[in-house]
């Protein structure tokens, strides 16, 4: 039997490696996500996002998608491959840039120590609006 920890080392390596290649791509490919179903999302292994009415991911990242309604990126799917840990999530996480809507990426005009912490749940501590998922960064086994 495979050791989950271990697939999803050498998952991340190979995803690193695209994402070096080709950024753009690789980018684009795991931004994106599809409407899914209930059963899908009932699925023991398989990460999905419901969406609420109250969210900010919604909000920031996917407009247009119904309140109460899932939808399923790749990211999702190859965690729902690898397997979950005890908690009940995946593997594997996409690390992103955190921006600032009017100035760019935080790390760009903030101190680390500044900026250590902030979500896009936060306000910018300069313009005062709400922080914004930015740029792709790296994946990584949570």
């Not at 896009?120 to 998922?133: A, I, S, W």
Request: aromatic letters at 8%.
């Amino acid at each position: 039997m495979v050791d989950p920890k271990e697939f999803a080392l050498q998952a991340v390596e190979v995803l690193n490696r695209a994402l070096g290649e080709d950024h753009e791509a690789i980018a684009e490919l795991f931004n994106k996500r599809v409407p899914c179903n209930e059963a899908l999302a009932k699925d023991s292994t398989i990460q999905v996002l419901q969406h609420r009415s109250d969210s900010y991911v919604r909000d920031m990242l996917f407009n247009g998608y119904d309140a109460g309604g899932y939808t399923l990126g790749v990211l999702g799917l190859i965690n729902g491959i690898i397997g979950i840990q005890p908690d009940g999530w995946g593997y594997l996480c996409a690390i992103y840039n955190i921006d600032c809507p009017n100035d760019g990426p935080i790390e760009g005009f903030l101190t680390e120590e500044q900026a250590k912490g902030l979500t896009t749940k936060d306000k910018c501590p300069t313009c005062g609006d709400r922080l914004e998922v930015g740029e792709l960064i790296r994946f990584e086994v949570e």
